[in-house]
């Protein structure tokens, strides 16, 4: 019993820290677009397999793309999203390198969702103050602590935030890979999808084109050179020292992908879009999703010692793996390797085994969780039965295989009626 329990507190800790960790594929995908920016990530997000990437886990300054965590902490943090939230001459006056993107709202109030639009469409800086302020009293250190406790619970370990809001910093930094654990979570948020993909918005109550924001995200505005059909929402961010960044979301037939470029180089000619744009159009022209493993295949079969014998057990995924593949995937190229010490009872259905790595046409295509496909050295008897069982079929098999090697008279027994006995063979069969 105590065994038992042992065991399921081990599966739940398991299933607790990888919620921290995303299973980034290994395999290389053949992309024939030229990048020049710096670190890039091109994410299936329905799978977490990464199809395309460049120096993904490298840090980067990420300017306007804090504004993502600063978006998640005032969203973790409200109750209210209607709630008002006045815009004080001690507010703006407080804001260092402010945009003056609240100038026209001082003595007035905007709700919370309108502040978290401001800070996802538009640079936002004033707007992230503002939330900052608005939750936490006027403490920015504490928001601040918040946002980089955040993004340790998310798992990320290359980054770093020093104030509510960034623009031409170098004391804000973050990679890819981080950067996509961060937007996986920002995707949980029912409020997220619906804000970042807005590319106009006035606030409700006031008039004028002058209290009209657009985007500065150029691949969400329909008309704009770099507008891109399929992207439903994201974050654009561009400064002399980070350059140009952009986190992109794009659905098309079912299938998202997430698209994550750093440094980009040619700030005049926006390649953070054009790259996004030729990255997305690569990976929906010639990659497709198909179930390569499922939860009943068997990846591997290891041994242990019992006292009456030897013990085999089957290992499997214990779940349908569904991966992204090239267009025209093989499955006959699909092959599997399992390392791993030397196996002891006893072992429980479903206790994970360790590690197998999962190859495509011999190049590493990911690497998955193995668990045992059934119980041993936990019952001796249905131990001793299976290992009996198991002899007596290894038996049966030798003896069949030997019988088909030797030279038989089946065709001159039953000479009185062949007929009736090659009837009832055809029968049978």
Known sequence: MKKKLIFCICILLSIIMGLSTLPFSAYVYECPVEITSASVMLVNVNTDTVVYEKNANTAHFISYLSNLMTFIVACDNTNDFEEKVKITDELLYSIPNSDNSLELYRGKTLTVKDLLIFVMATNGNDAC?????????GNRDAFVDMMNKKAKDLGCTKTKFSSVAARNDTTHFSNCEDLYRILKYALSIPQYSEIA?????QPEGYEGDEHIIYTTNSILKKGSPYYYKHVKNGKYGVDSIAKGNIIAVSEYANVSYACIILGAQQLSEHNAFTETKQLLNWSYTTLGSKEIISESTVIDIVTAQA???????????????????????NADLLTFEFTSDDVSLPVFIGQNMGTAQVYYDGKLFDEIDVVSNSSRGVSMLSDISGFIGSMFDKTI?????????????????????????????TQAE
């Open 129 to 137: 103050y503002a939330l900052a302020d608005h939750i936490t009293g």
């Open 197 to 201: 993909s807005i590319y106009m918005y």
């Open 307 to 329: 006292p009456w014998g030897t013990v085999e057990i089957e290992l499997t995924s214990g779940k349908d793996i569904e991966k992204v593949v090239p267009a025209k995937y």
């Open 397 to 425: 098999i030798q003896t069949q295989e030997s019988e088909t090697t030797e030279p038989t008279a089946l065709s001159t027994q039953n000479p009185d009626n062949p007929k009736e006995k090659e009837t009832k063979t």
